[in-house]
């Protein structure tokens, strides 16, 4: 009996082990397939991933010509301000030139004026002085004249000689 226990115990291990490489076989077939499966999972992500980053550098590249141009764009701009600036400073200038040309010509004007009524109202002619041209001196001399048709009339023989600084041109 002992035989037939230890053949049974025998066969009984050899299913035993029958049994566990069978499972051992369809664990690790199950095991292949989990590995196939996270694999092909693994590769499409990685795919995406670098579609994905693809896309990102395009992006990249289309945002950093982007930036040249708006550069560029900026450069332009600065230029055409600062050249604007400068046209607006030399116009300044012109019209403070101007200014006192003008201010100026109404003072010889005002001078003329008083030399003229001076003139009509002696009766022996006088010659006209100019004075110094400087700015500060007319700047203090105000003239308060009026030269009525009336007084021209009464001495229409006088002639006046215009003196040589309202001739000039400054």
Request: proline residues 2%; glycine residues 0%; without cysteine.
């Given at each position: 009996?002992?035989?037939?226990?230890?053949?049974?115990?025998?066969?009984?291990?050899?299913?035993n082990w029958f049994l566990l490489a069978n499972q051992l076989r369809q664990q690790n077939l199950e095991l292949v397939?989990?590995?196939?499966?996270?694999?092909?999972?693994l590769e499409k992500k990685q795919h995406s991933q670098d579609t994905l980053c693809q896309e990102q550098q395009a992006k990249i590249l289309a945002l950093e010509a982007q930036v040249t141009a708006l550069e560029k764009?900026?450069?332009k701009k600065e230029e055409i301000s600062q050249n604007n600036y400068q046209q607006l400073l030399h116009a300044n200038r012109q019209?403070?030139?101007?200014?006192?040309?003008?201010?100026?010509?109404?003072r010889f004007t005002?001078?003329?004026?008083?030399?003229?009524?001076?003139?009509l109202n002696s009766e022996s002619f006088m010659t006209i002085?100019?004075?110094e041209?400087?700015?500060?001196?007319l700047n203090q001399i105000s003239f308060n004249v009026q030269v009525s048709p009336e007084s021209y009339q009464q001495h229409p023989q006088k002639s006046l000689e215009l003196p040589s600084f309202l001739m000039e041109d400054k």
């Open positions: 009996m002992l035989e037939k226990e230890e053949l049974s115990d025998s066969i009984e291990e050899k299913n397939k989990t590995l196939v499966s996270l694999e092909e999972s764009e900026l450069l019209v403070q030139e101007l200014k006192i040309r003008l201010f100026r010509q109404q005002l001078r003329y004026k008083a030399a003229l009524k001076n003139s002085e100019p004075w041209n400087s700015l500060e001196e």
